[in-house]
């Protein structure tokens, strides 16, 4: 069946450093990437998305291109900040369904 | 502001007494929908509705009910609660499906004892 996968986490690391987060799907059609993020005691905002093959997908700094190739959607941020430390969870959605398949998140821990 | 809002945020209960966490949006979303969030195992889905009287199950339907008679409420009903039925609870509602992303309540946390 469709599924998304994450990888494990906690991901930790230091202020500044380089950030990617690796996501792949298994997926019977053409869906949509999303990337979720959930602050400590909050609900999840959407990071960013992409709707089709290479298209990329870029928000606060954070990037992520849609590889239909590799069917993954890696997260990329350059230099994170303390502030980033949340979990982040990669989705897929496809147009016919109303159901949003999600990864079972990535713990990011970033220290100064 | 648009929004989810959810109540309540925090509920301890007893097993078997019947509860019902309400979800409004005030975006005129046409897609409502409901998921738990339980370690390890991520968000999975619980019912999700397109429409005003139009609801259908996700994953994990057991145990819930749901009814959506005005689009902008779509109230999750426990009519018999468990304690495996303990977890984080969201709303959701989205414009459209494809690319159109959800907008996510705060959550509500279920302790069922």
């Known amino acids: 069946g469709d599924s998304v996968t994450q990888m494990e986490g906690p991901v930790t690391l230091s202020e500044e450093a380089f950030l990617t987060i690796n996501c792949t799907y298994t997926a019977t059609g053409y869906p949509s990437l999303f990337w979720y993020v959930q602050y400590p005691g909050e609900g999840l905002q959407l990071l960013l998305k992409a709707t089709k093959a290479d298209d990329k997908g870029s928000n606060k700094g954070f990037e992520a291109t849609y590889r239909k190739e590799t069917t993954s959607f890696h997260l990329e941020k350059g230099s994170v900040q303390v502030s980033d430390s949340a979990v982040y969870f990669c989705?897929?959605?496809?147009?016919?369904?109303?159901?949003?398949?999600f990864g079972t998140g990535t713990r990011l821990q970033v220290f100064p | 502001e648009a929004q989810v809002t959810q109540n309540p945020r925090y509920l301890i209960t007893v097993t078997g007494k019947k509860l019902t966490v309400t979800c409004s949006q005030n975006m005129n979303h046409e897609y409502m929908s409901w998921y738990r969030q339980d370690p390890g195992l991520g968000l999975r889905q619980i019912y999700y509705s397109m429409n005003v009287e139009v609801t259908d199950k996700g994953d994990v339907p057991e145990g819930y009910k749901v009814s959506r008679k005005e689009k902008r409420n779509f109230p999750l009903i426990l009519e018999s609660p468990s304690p495996n039925q303990t977890s984080l609870y969201f709303c959701?509602?989205?414009?459209?499906?494809?690319?159109?992303?959800?907008?996510f309540g705060s959550g509500t946390r279920l302790t069922v004892v």
């Open positions: 959701a509602s989205s414009l459209g499906t494809g690319g159109f992303g959800y907008t």
């Open positions: 989705a897929l959605r496809f147009y016919n369904t109303d159901k949003l398949i």
